[in-house]
């Protein structure tokens, strides 16, 4: 028995319920159907667009980790030190 009610739709010789992917089949075949239809400019414009965004989000992270990272170190100073005094 699979569920309330309800059959399995792949079973094995075992009576076990198998589970089929072919979705990951179909969504190769859609994505290379894709490809195929872009001109060999575009693709190339595209990895470009896609390498330039990745490094520009890798370099927003690192920026607001090394301002955490400060906003972090000053704080432990004031709480070591005391507060900063002009002079």
Do not use: F
Not at 15 to 20: D, F, H
Not at 69 to 85: N, Q, R, Y
């Amino acid at each position: 028995m699979v569920g309330v009610g309800r059959t399995a739709k792949y079973t094995d010789s075992k009576g076990t319920t198998t589970v089929k992917k072919n979705y990951q089949k179909n969504t190769a075949a859609a994505v290379t159907a894709v490809e195929a239809t872009m001109p060999d400019a575009v693709a190339v414009t595209m990895a470009e667009l896609a390498g330039s965004l990745r490094e520009g989000l890798l370099a927003l992270a690192v920026g607001a980790g090394l301002q955490v990272m400060d906003a972090l170190i000053d704080e432990s100073v004031t709480a070591l030190a005391g507060p900063k005094v002009s002079t």
